[in-house]
């Protein structure tokens, strides 16, 4: 049937409408994006964090010369002696000695002087001494190593433990998940890989009443929600990203953080339910207030975590064949 001229026009004007809600959207995005992350230097009040993202993006590219399958002696000088640069200015910024990243460059310096010493090769003009003294022990495991080991047996294990994982929707109302089991979820999930190691995710946890309050913020958990006992809320710290070719790293390593923390929690025999935040920035807002979530965290997603109830049934979930996934090139 031929849409009339007036249902044609209002068709246009409800798309042109949509997109200038989108480009607004986007645009909060980005602005909340552009406050956070460091452009052209580090913006005073993220600085500390800005110089820290610094301190990890060499330190990591460091460490990657280390394993290189052709390593090659002396690389990478210029990144080594911008990384000597940045432990003066993290400290000249009042940065802590002992903070974590700061530590592993210099756990990175070391590692790189110690490669080159047991190869006989000279790297005193670009190390200044204190930093590679071998009687001091490093704080941080950095710079390279074996890889773990792993049996064939665990490895056979993953698919079968893969695919036992379902989104849980029925949790126990009398069995509230220990704070040490989530802490330990958490401590697996962040083995997720992340660009340049930079680590921004962070999670938000709430039980009982304030995991009610966060739930009634999301609009995918009814019929559902008044049984979750604890909620966990993903974010990522954009002030560890930088530039325009970042801008959506938060959601990708998000993403994947998450996914960890779905199957560690799992491993632990707890179960849990993924819970979109596909919202509009008004309700960012909201969420971001009750939740005390900071301006430079980008809200990834909400997962209801607990016991699942006895006899509980879940979605099949019916995936695609495998064939619609795959395109050989
Ligand atoms: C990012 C994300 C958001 C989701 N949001 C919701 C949600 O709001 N409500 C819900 O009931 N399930 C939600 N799910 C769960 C999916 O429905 C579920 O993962 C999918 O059907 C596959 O089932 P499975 O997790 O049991 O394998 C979400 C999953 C993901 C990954």
Redesign the pocket.
Known sequence: MKMSLLARLKKKCRRALEWMKLQRESALDAHRYFCSASWAGPAKKHELTHIESDLIKHYHVLEKGLVMADFRPRSGVAILKRLIVLTSIWKDAGGDENEFHFQAALAVIKSYHRKHHNLNIDVSDLIPPGFCDEDEICKVDAGSKLPNEISADDLAKFDRFALS???V?QFSLDRVPEHALLTSAVEVAISAPSVCNRQTWRVHLYEGEAAQKMLSF?N??RGFGHLIPTVAIVTSDMRLFGGGGERYQGWIEGGLFSMNFLLALHARGLSS????WSRLNKDDRLLRAAAKIPEHERII?LIGCGYASEGHE??C?PRSPVSQFIKWH
Do not use: E
Not at 273 to 276: D, I, M, T, W, Y
């Open positions: 994982r379902h989104s929707r999301q995918g958990n339910v993924a819970l979109n997603m879940v979605t979930s």
